[in-house]
DNA sequence: GGTTAATCATATGTATACGAACAATCAAAT
DNA sequence: ATTTGATTGTTCGTATACATATGATTAACC
């Protein structure tokens, strides 16, 4: 009987239990990581062919930018951390995208150049990068579009 | 000889091969990143004394708000794919701050509510998720803040 | 009633994300 | 010249994030 009554009052549904002034779905970090994430997605559909995420892309572009940087400089300007980076540099590596040999000048520093191969797909993907981008400010009006990256650099 | 010299080329810095029209750090997808890591790092400060993520946190407030909620549907209002919704709950299972039992409606469904402990720290964590989200937009004037939740918005 | 499609949750694999610890190296201080 | 502190990159562990596949279950269709 007893252990009936427990299973029943387990079972029985709790009754909501609300939060006044506090809705998830409007946090300001819960809307940051829904926009990410349809960004991703974005760029996930331009970038099929390619078969490169958002960080990969944005240290093969930064690398070309530069023509060659350290690994903690490339992970300081594209935001990752030490880990992160040395994670997105192995898979680079491991494509043949990227070559790397240590800085002659401070043994600590791995310098890190692009292969022709990642040259060829960094090329090839700055205009995918440009409708990706495109794509995701598709929303908003032009005004709204300044109006937002200004504010959203605000908060980086 | 021939080695020498080609090492001495393997080793000249590529020049610089800029990208016009296409900066990295100016491309939405890259601004979204490091505000949404920004804001974690804030609420990483703010939930450190809990040991709450983000994502935690938000299940968590939003099974005390329905009082009992599938995992599934808890997934969707929380954006959180299947798989990582699994995972977040594992977690929390795991820590003895929810319970689930099956839908008698539906087995394929299983149902979540809060244990004491969970309900506590979802109690406790809500002035913290606020001064989370208070800090994260503390740059923006309040007008701005309202003009850049709407834009926000837009864009998920 | 039987078949087919859809749904739910789990499992697996890949890719960030980052804190912490470590070894090697360099800069700064003494 | 030596010591100390800082920097760089790697490793490990934990936590998302999500595509894909799977089995169990339910809904829709015939």
Known sequence: ??????????????PPNPTPGYAVEEQVGHLLRRA???????????FAELQLTPTQFAAL???????????????????????????VIQRLLLRGLIGRHPDPGDRRCTLLRLMPSGLALAEKGVERGRAATEATLAPLAPAERAAFLALLRKLT
Chains 1, 2 share one sequence.
């Open 1 to 14: 009987m007893k252990s009936t009554a427990i299973k029943a009052t387990q079972n029985a549904a709790p």
């Open 36 to 46: 990410h994430q349809r960004h991703t997605a974005i760029f996930q559909e331009s």
């Open 61 to 87: 572009v930064k690398i070309k930018d530069l023509g060659q940087v350290s690994q903690n400089q490339l992970g300081r300007l594209t935001a990752m951390d030490p880990a992160t980076i040395q994670g």
